[in-house]
C-alpha cells in the first residue's frame, strides 16, 4: 500500500511539473516585457503551404506588423493561408495555442527559449493512433527590435 501511495504522488508531481514548465516559461515571457520583436516561423504539418517556411513575423505591442514568406512576398488578408498563419503570428498567440492543444492533444512536447520563455519547439500529436494529425512549428532568429 505504500508503495502504491508512493507511485500515485510521484504521478501527480510529475504532471504538476510538467503543467508548470508552461507557467513558468509564460511568467518568464511576461515579466519580460518585449513588446516590438521579429522571429522566422516554421509551420509542420500535413499542409500545402510548406514552400512558404520559414515566415518572418514581425510584432509590436501585441499586434503583427508583418508576415512575409521565404520568397519575400507579404502575406496579407487576400491570402487563402492567412488566418492559419495568424493563429501563430505573436509569442503570446503562440503560448495560448500550446496551451489549447495541451488541453486536449494524446502528445504534447514543448521546448522553450531559456533566456525569454517562449515556446521555441513544438511537436503536438492529436491521436497517437491516426495519421497525418501531427503539427509543430519551430520559432528561430528571435529578435528584439528598437
Known amino acids: 500500500m505504500r508503495k502504491f501511495i508512493l507511485v500515485v504522488l510521484a504521478?501527480?508531481?510529475s504532471a504538476c511539473s510538467a503543467g508548470s514548465a508552461y507557467d513558468q516559461n509564460l511568467k518568464k515571457w511576461r515579466?519580460?516585457?518585449v513588446s516590438?520583436?521579429?522571429y522566422n516561423l516554421v509551420i509542420g504539418c500535413f499542409c500545402p503551404f510548406y514552400q512558404d517556411m520559414p515566415l518572418a513575423v514581425e510584432v509590436q505591442n501585441g499586434e503583427v506588423?508583418?508576415?512575409t514568406r521565404v520568397d519575400g512576398t507579404t502575406v496579407d488578408a487576400s491570402d487563402p493561408n492567412h488566418e492559419y498563419y495568424v493563429k501563430y503570428a505573436t509569442i503570446d498567440r503562440l503560448f495560448a495555442?500550446?496551451?489549447s492543444e495541451m488541453?486536449?492533444?494524446e502528445e504534447v512536447t514543448a521546448?522553450?527559449?531559456p533566456e525569454f520563455g517562449f515556446p521555441m519547439e513544438v511537436s503536438i500529436d492529436v491521436i497517437k493512433l491516426?495519421?497525418?494529425d501531427e503539427l509543430s512549428w519551430r520559432v528561430t532568429n528571435f529578435e528584439i527590435l528598437p
Open 31 to 33: 515579466e519580460a516585457g
Open 65 to 67: 506588423v508583418s508576415i
Open 130 to 132: 491516426a495519421m497525418d
Open 11 to 13: 504521478l501527480i508531481l
Open 111 to 113: 521546448a522553450y527559449d
Open 103 to 105: 488541453a486536449g492533444a
Open 97 to 99: 495555442e500550446l496551451e
Open 36 to 38: 516590438h520583436y521579429r
